[in-house]
């Protein structure tokens, strides 16, 4: 993320300008299924995030809040011959890309005067992993199908009560933009290879070839 940010790595996905940008690594993303009451049933934990890039505060305890001027934010998970998780405690089909494209929309909606969606230059998830991943685990592809993950979203909050006042605000919220939401994030498969490719060290592709080698099961 370094590289990218210093164009060392100038990739038409991942780059970003030095306009009130940044990065940071293992921030924690909130969640709209957080617990309601202790033992709550159908709670989880917030999210570590691989990497994020955008407008952004991060609290004390790891904690992202977007910017109130935030209009770019994106968020990276990155893979080494690991799959996706499929689920979480509280409920197994609730895979690992429809839960963090939920975090992002909790961000959104947790600003005290909720942006537009439209008002985003970028809103993206991006995964990055090998390239021979793609063709040897189908669900790196079910699983970032933008269909997917707002069927996925929906199926997890039709888990809770109707009307349900803990939930209703951010629930409400996603009965609305969802639709818009999903249409407007960018979520793509982004391979090491193609940025090993894009890359002005020379040294990035012994070291890939290592992570490789000690990483394959």
Known sequence: MQQIKEKRINHPDLTFTDDGINWYSEALLPTPFSARMKGDKLCETRTHADGVVG??????????????????????????????????????????????????????????KPV?????????????????????EPTFKEFTDKE?????????????????????????????????????????LITWEDLIENSRDSTLEEFYDKCKHFNKK
Not at 149 to 163: G, V
Request: glycine letters at 2%; one cysteine or more; hydrophobic letters at 40%.
């Open 116 to 136: 537009q969606i439209d008002y985003f230059k970028k809103l993206a998830f991006y995964v990055l992993l090998p390239e021979e991943q793609i063709k040897n």
């Open 55 to 112: 407008k952004f505060n991060i609290e004390k305890k790891g904690d992202l809040i977007l910017n109130d001027l935030c209009n770019f934010f994106y968020v990276i998970e990155a893979k080494m011959y690991s799959k996706l998780s499929t689920g979480t405690k509280n409920a197994k089909n609730f895979n690992q890309a429809a839960r963090t494209v939920a975090c992002i929309a909790q961000l959104i909606y947790n600003k005290q």
């Open 148 to 188: 997917n993950i707002k069927h996925t979203i929906i199926s997890r909050m039709s888990l809770y009560p109707l009307n349900d006042n803990n939930k209703k605000g951010i629930f409400d919220w996603l009965d609305v933009n969802l639709d818009n939401y999903i249409t407007k994030i960018d979520i793509k």
